[in-house]
């Protein structure tokens, strides 16, 4: 699974195919995943970075919506969604093993050309 985060989001497949993430609340939640990969992101940082101080009663229902449309859709691309955003010490995290979070590897290409 590749993560191409350098201008609008776009994430591919393990076969080079677009995987579509339909949702922008669930896009957010992806892309705050991605900024902090492999660390635990808390359910109110992510309530918080959705909704600011408007947040819904059912904010944790709905985060918890948000999490396993994005796990059906990775793993509908051959990936393991499930593997992939774990749900771990009261939120979730990224965990980018065999993942390809493309920004940081052009940061070092572009430190590379400095």
């Not at 393990?14 to 609340?25: A, L, Q, T």
């Not at 705050?32 to 109110?44: E, K, N, T």
């Not at 771990?88 to 065999?98: F, K, T, W």
């Amino acid at each position: 699974m590749r993560f191409l985060v350098l201008g609008p989001l776009e994430v591919l497949g393990e076969d080079g195919r677009p995987v579509p993430i339909r949702g922008s609340k669930e896009r957010l939640v992806l892309v705050d995943l991605i900024a902090h990969a492999g660390r635990v992101r808390s359910v109110d940082a992510l309530i918080e970075d959705l909704w600011g101080d408007v947040a819904p009663r059912t904010a944790e229902k709905t985060l918890a919506s948000y999490v396993s449309r994005l796990r059906r859709a990775l793993e509908g691309q051959g990936g393991s969604g499930r593997a992939l955003i774990q749900t771990r010490g009261g939120g979730y995290a990224l965990e980018p093993n065999r993942h390809e979070i493309v920004a940081s590897c052009a940061r070092r290409e572009e430190a590379r050309s400095w």
